[in-house]
């Protein structure tokens, strides 16, 4: 997520088509920034300018698209594994399964920070260049601007920043 949008699945790329939509990209961008919600607040960040019925119309086959996308094994009976609905609340279930690279990245400056704290900057400089390496560009890139989005985009650009200038004076 961080640069643009791609997932592996056994180290290979997902080429699906898909993962081409626009809303699909965008669905994901925000259950990754908003991993427990409500389908309101989706509904409400991605179609702000449709009737309830519509964007409930549209919330629906962009979810269904986007499971079959990220669980192409899934019958259409089975629950899904990495998006969880109950009643209103939508969940998106992160871990060993499923991991995202703004976790690995916010992983990598909590570690160097905790090595810079223990005079240990040799620990730091390697955490400092993951975090690095890890940021392929903007957040989310390829997703519209939305109001839900700038505010964290600013937040990855300023860590990868700070990482990044930390890492030169280290080297």
Sequence with gaps: TLGPLEIERDGAPVTDPDIRRERVRALLAYLVSNRTTTRAAIVTALWPDLDERAAANNLRVTFTYLLRLLEPWRTARESAYFVRFDG???????GERLR???DQFEDHVVRAGRAEADGTPSLALGHHLA???LYRGELHEGVPD???LILEREHFRTRFVA???R?????
């Excluded at 209103?88 to 992160?94: E, G, K, M, Q, R």
């Excluded at 890492?167 to 080297?171: E, F, I, S, V």
Aim: no cysteine.
């Design 88 to 94: 209103p609340t939508v969940t998106l279930v992160t």
């Design 163 to 165: 990482a990044a200038t």
């Design 100 to 102: 995202i690279d703004i």
């Design 167 to 171: 890492a030169g004076q280290l080297l």
């Design 146 to 148: 939305a109001e839900w």
């Design 131 to 133: 975090a690095v390496e």
